[in-house]
């Protein structure tokens, strides 16, 4: 009885304490864990991917903060969470800094990461274009037959690429009605020049982000993306080709529930892995009564 009841107590006890103080992981062991996933030979050769910061001083990853972009707000949100390893989807560190200092937003993020001793990691493009990434999960706003990518890339005998296309049976206001549930947002949409919202749609195309240069071209019903020029969107309209865009980070940041779990797996649970909750699309769309 008395042995039962202190095994309880000392097993209880133990719980609490691994659920408070997750046991870590070296940042070479998650680094090596996030490009099994997402190969950073799929990355364009323009982007600025992989670990952009180092710390110093070496620490066990504990507590790890997902994000779309790495803001100042969200720069405090991971100071204030104690938080060990950032991964930002877009690279806070894209053009070539000369300097560190206060003035300029980017510089003071460094600057913060650097003082705090917290690495920062950026997947950006080959989240895009892996199997399972950003892309397959805004295409999985629809029911998606034969998906193939829109830009097939083969490396190294891994296959991906950039963009999405795939069939389905839908209406137009059923495809508008399905990407609003899936992105919590409000939707923007420019409607075909032949279209109306009961027009059926077959072929769907779908790219996260500034979709434009990856869709242009491609033959579909409908095109899917965050944002696009007047003058793409008017393309669009004259190929016939609805659009429906939902601001460029609406239509990435969805992807973060999922890897959230995927990376809590691959991880065995040693990490604790949160999503930031200030990190937001800089648009927000003012809905009229
Ligand atoms: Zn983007």
């Known amino acids: 009885m008395i042995t039962s009841l202190l095994g309880t107590t ?6 609490r304490a691994s659920s408070k ?59 204030d969470e104690s938080v060990d390893l950032i ?11 000369k300097r560190i200092t206060q003035q300029n937003w980017k510089e003071r993020i460094v600057s913060i990461c650097l003082g705090e001793g917290i690495a920062l990691y950026s997947p950006h493009t080959a989240w895009d274009v892996v199997p399972g990434g950003v892309n397959d999960w805004l295409a999985s706003a629809l029911p998606c037959v034969d998906m193939q990518p829109i830009q097939p890339s083969v490396l190294g005998g ?23 549930r899936h992105i919590g947002h409000d939707v923007h949409l420019a409607i075909g ?27 579909a019903d409908l095109f ?8 793409d969107v008017l393309d669009a309209n004259h190929q016939n080709t609805s659009v429906i865009l939902c601001n460029h980070s609406n239509s990435e940041r969805g992807f973060l529930r999922k890897f959230q779990n995927k990376l809590y797996d691959s991880l065995k649970g040693d ?8 990190d937001k699309d800089p648009l927000k769309t003012q809905v009229k009564d």
């Open 10 to 15: 000392v097993s209880l006890g133990f719980k």
């Open 21 to 79: 103080m997750p046991r870590g992981r070296a940042l070479q062991n998650v680094v090596l864990e996030l490009e099994k996933f997402a190969p950073l030979k799929f990355a364009e050769t323009w982007d600025n991917v992989g670990l952009l910061i180092e710390p110093h001083k070496i620490r066990p990853i504990r507590n790890i903060l997902l994000t779309n972009d790495l803001t100042e707000r969200v720069m405090q949100e991971a100071v």
């Open 87 to 97: 991964i930002s989807y877009h690279p806070p560190i894209f053009a070539p800094l």
């Open 158 to 180: 891994d296959f991906g690429g950039a963009g999405r296309t795939f069939t389905t049976s839908l209406t137009l206001s059923e495809a508008i009605a399905r990407v609003q």
């Open 193 to 219: 020049v032949n279209h109306s919202l009961d027009t059926p749609i077959t072929v769907v195309a779908v790219c996260a982000g500034s979709g434009a240069s990856v869709l242009k071209g491609c033959e």
């Open 224 to 231: 899917i993306t965050g944002e696009m020029s007047h003058h």
């Open 271 to 278: 990490c604790e892995i949160i999503i930031s909750e200030k």
